[in-house]
């Protein structure tokens, strides 16, 4: 018999070597489409655990967005998307978008995920919603704060549309009359 530690071995091992087919753009696509339903059946099955990072690593390093994108939904579409995967997303918002999204799943994280007492999850979370409200306030009109208000506070509080064009002040000009 095996134990929980050579199990969770198992798995990482299969979503490595999964996403370094899918990434792999000589494979034929059948070859490709197994390895994703690998990597699917593999990552859903302990959210906060090694072989969600693991895959989502593997995509970024070989820029395979819509692998990840497609991931990620399936993952969120579940309820089993895990830290790892979200703070990766954090990471490359500029690229993957949905900024919305993820904000609203960072919001959820902080309010109710069961480690947000634990400091090194925390910091993780908080540095994630650094990077997407600061990628969602650069490239979006959403109200990036909004998300994070109390549930009784959105009910009464629209988002807001953010101004899309940030200009700059102007300066007013002095005369040598004005001193």
Known sequence: MHDAATARLYHEHAATAAARQVV???LPQPVREAA???IKNVVVLIPEDNPQLLVMRAFTAHSALDEFKEV???LNER???GTAAVAEWANNIRD???HAMLLSIIAAFLREHPSREDDTW???MLEAKKKAIAACADETELDCGWFFLDPSEKETTPPKQASRT???PRRRKIYAGDL
């Open 122 to 124: 925390m910091s993780v």
């Open 72 to 74: 990620l939904f399936f």
């Open 166 to 168: 940030k200009k700059k």
């Open 36 to 38: 994703m339903t690998v």
């Open 96 to 98: 993957i978008g949905e």
């Open 79 to 81: 309820k089993k998307l």
């Open 24 to 26: 792999d753009y000589t």
